[in-house]
């Protein structure tokens, strides 16, 4: 009663906390946030603030937030959620802190607004996120087998995919029109640079590329939802995250098909030497994807150690003769456990280092090979690479899935009192 006399002074009060609810949420989930952590963020805020019952109902497309006061009066609203929004690891960060510190001390309903906004207005520069992209797009080409003169290319082509992003995304209808048009024009620029300089190799520098657009963790995260019952936003997740990913291969595939040209392979043989390099590929990659996800520089080594080390103990596996999809969730289950760790340790969110450490997991080159297999009307190599692309996510989801139910058992386990 007390919280609510000092902090919810009416039904006006009221309509602008709830408000400030869905403006955590909705930027919660754009920013890369799982539903079932923004659902429990905002449940434990609307509790704090004095409130006999909250119910939030999230999905990836809507959040429905009901919140009743012990005064006969309760206040319902809803937030539609038409677009995905870039991870933002700060924003993630400092949307959950605000939680934790209001939940455990409230303030009044005005500066939660004020603070909220000021969240909201923090966005990263452009040149970071370039610069994040064009990092990824050339460590992930070396990863993927590509040499230097490859890698450097990629780099070229990654600014093709920033001029389409700041001056194409506003203005088209749909995420999926701007990845289709975004992949064709890139695709078409790796092609006819192909023609003029000899010897490189368009498919890892096009992988390398691809690893930029793909929405990898949506599919992963739409799989984990699956796993722990949230239906109905999995299903959601899921059909937007692999229509926009088939857009973008539809993008390659079409480019190539216009520009007909000699389309090689490196055909890489992985010996020490190159299995160093991808490692290293590994770290660095996901170090590009710790700026495009506006992470804090003092958490990126963690990060970086952790993409080195899911894609070690992946090759560890393998070497032990395991199969894709035991290697791929033995390296998910590593890095959830590692994130969790280092979480607790830094006081943040596990989302936002396990995310890009789990990032050489994704499977871009089997996206990128499946619409190849389409243009050279090989269905079984199709079908052969949707098989590993649909068992790289799974696994991935289910380590990550296996991390997050031990660390809720261990939470529930009686601790001893000291």
């Known amino acids: 009663m007390e919280a609510e006399k000092n902090y919810i002074s009416g039904k006006q009060d009221a309509d602008i906390f709830v408000r400030q609810l869905l403006n955590i949420g909705e930027a919660m989930y754009q920013s890369g946030g799982e539903i079932s952590r923004i659902e429990n ?70 500066e939660l607004k004020e603070r909220v906004l000021a969240i909201l207005q923090e966005k990263p520069g452009e040149l970071q996120r370039y610069i994040g992209q064009l990092i990824a797009a050339t460590m992930f080409t070396l990863f993927f087998g590509g040499d230097f003169k490859d890698a450097l290319v990629a780099g070229i082509a990654v600014l093709v995919i920033c001029a389409m992003q700041k001056w194409v995304w506003s203005i088209c209808s749909s995420e999926l029109f701007f990845n289709v048009a975004c992949s064709f024009v890139t695709g078409t620029f790796v092609s006819l640079i192909n023609r003029i300089v000899p010897g490189l190799h368009v498919n890892q520098i096009l992988i390398g590329d691809i690893m930029v657009l793909i929405p990898g963790v949506a599919i992963t995260n739409s799989i984990r939802y699956i796993l722990s019952g949230d239906i109905i936003s999995s299903f959601e997740k899921l059909m937007d995250s692999l229509m926009q990913a088939f857009g973008i291969a539809a993008g390659f595939m079409l480019s190539l098909m ?56 992946f090759l560890l596996m393998q070497y032990g003769g395991f199969s894709i999809f035991v290697s791929t969730l033995m390296s998910a289950f590593v890095v959830g456990i590692y994130g969790e760790i280092f979480a607790y340790i830094l006081k943040v969110p596990t989302t936002i280092l396990f995310i890009p450490a789990c990032l050489p997991l994704i499977p871009g080159k089997n996206l990128y090979y499946s619409a190849m297999a389409i243009i050279a009307s090989d ?13 790289y996510a799974v696994g991935i989801a289910i380590g990550l899935a296996v991390v997050v139910e031990l660390e809720r058992i261990v939470k529930k386990l009686p601790r001893k009192k000291r």
Request: charged share 15%; proline share 1%; with cysteine.
């Open 41 to 110: 963020s905002l449940h434990r805020l609307g509790k704090a603030y004095g409130a006999q019952h909250v119910s939030v109902y999230a999905i990836t497309s809507s959040i429905l937030i009901t919140v009743e006061f012990d005064n006969d009066y309760s206040v319902t609203q809803n937030r539609r959620i038409t677009r995905r929004g870039a991870i933002d690891c700060t924003k993630m960060e400092s949307l959950n802190q605000l939680c934790r510190d209001c939940a455990a001390d409230p303030i009044a309903v005005a």
């Open 379 to 391: 269905w079984t190599g199709f079908q052969d690479n949707i098989v590993l692309l649909i068992l």
């Open 258 to 313: 216009l520009v007909k040209g000699n389309i090689t392979d490196s055909g890489i043989t992985y010996h020490a030497l190159e299995r160093a390099v991808q490692l290293l590929a590994a770290a660095l990659g996901t170090w590009g994807f710790c700026i495009i996800y506006n992470m804090r520089k003092k958490y990126m080594a963690v990060s970086m150690v952790g993409g080195f080390l899911c894609w070690a103990t």
